[in-house]
């Protein structure tokens, strides 16, 4: 999947999306790789809608240190 997206007023940003887009529980997109998930930490879905997924918080945890794992009801901090 290929896309422009506006970064902000002075940098646009040319970007090719590997895997699937999913909407989050803010209702902006989170990218979906295997069982891999990425985006803003707000955009986070319902655990028990991911089990066993991992969840990758790009704008609060940018050096994913605070990975977070599905346990099928909670996000939990690996």
């Known amino acids: 999947m ?4 506006v970064n902000d007023s002075k940098h646009d940003v040319n970007a090719n999306i ?3 887009l ?3 529980s803010d209702g902006n997109d989170f ?4 069982t891999d998930c990425k985006g ?3 955009s986070k879905p319902l655990a028990s809608a ?3 997924y991992t969840y990758w918080s790009i704008d609060t945890d940018p050096h994913g240190n ?3 794992v599905s346990d099928g009801t909670n996000w939990v901090v690996i």
């Open 2 to 5: 290929n896309g422009f997206f």
């Open 18 to 20: 590997v895997g699937s």
């Open 22 to 24: 999913a909407k989050g």
């Open 31 to 34: 990218i979906i790789e295997g």
């Open 40 to 42: 803003k930490s707000a």
């Open 50 to 52: 991911y089990p066993f």
């Open 66 to 68: 605070a990975v977070e």
